[in-house]
């Protein structure tokens, strides 16, 4: 069975542009979430999508958004980059509901310059 | 607000040795769930045990133990006979339940090193 899948692995921004991390997760897998990585801060959770609808989001700026397609699979973005948006995405996938182990990716290593 | 926290920041042990992790959580929830994860140097978080606020019982999954205590807010983590493919940072995390949502409030993570 495949797990969580993320693209691109690596990639390097500038300031001021956008960019767009998709995730797909496991199969039969309805909710999708969102974490974003940081030596400073942690792990910290950005939103939860389930059945294309956000169930929560975390306390990030408005240029963090993201959305899930009837597939299941879910994108997130974030525009105007900051040079503190450097981080390692993570995305994750659940069958849903209130329980069910969450199962991680490896994650999208975003270098803002 | 929810709270979790590893005041290990990293540990050393010589293989063989046990080691113990420490988590200690806050939440005004009486309804909740403590995960393990580890995160090895590729970045994935691997997921290790998911354990719901009424169910106290300790459990064992061959080396590895969980102590959950709610008296004393902690969910603490036994490695015995530590092996070095255990090196790596572990997280401990605690979600509400309810609404139908998952949102996982992390610790910052304890790093063990383990040294052949």
């Known amino acids: 069975k495949a797990g969580v899948t993320q693209t691109p692995r690596y990639l390097i921004k500038t300031r001021g542009q956008q960019v767009t991390l998709s995730c797909s997760p496991i199969?039969?897998?309805?909710?999708v979430s969102w974490y974003q990585q940081t030596p400073g801060q942690g792990l910290q959770f950005l939103f939860e999508y389930f059945s294309e609808t956000q169930r929560n989001k975390g306390n990030f700026p408005g240029r963090f958004s993201g959305r899930q397609f009837s597939n299941s699979r879910s994108e997130m973005n974030v525009s105007t980059l900051e040079l503190g948006d450097s981080a390692l995405y993570l995305c994750?996938?659940?069958?849903?509901?209130?329980?069910?182990?969450?199962?991680f990716g490896e994650g999208s290593r975003l270098t803002v310059l | 607000a929810q709270k979790v926290t590893q005041a290990q920041t990293e540990i050393s042990v010589v293989e063989k040795e046990d080691v113990t992790l420490d988590c200690v959580y806050e939440t005004r929830d009486t309804t909740y769930y403590l995960f393990w994860y580890k995160q090895p140097p590729s970045g994935e978080l691997v997921f290790l045990i998911r354990r719901n606020s009424f169910d106290e019982q300790n459990e064992i999954s061959g080396r590895y133990s969980w102590n959950f205590q709610k008296s004393t807010s902690s969910f603490n983590f036994t490695i015995t006979a530590s092996q070095v493919v255990d090196s790596a940072v572990y997280f401990c995390a605690l979600s509400e339940a309810g609404a139908g949502s998952y949102q996982l409030t992390f610790g910052k993570g304890t790093k063990l090193s383990v040294i052949p």
């Open positions: 994750a996938s659940r069958l849903g509901g209130d329980t069910g182990e969450l199962f």
């Open positions: 199969s039969g897998h309805r909710s």
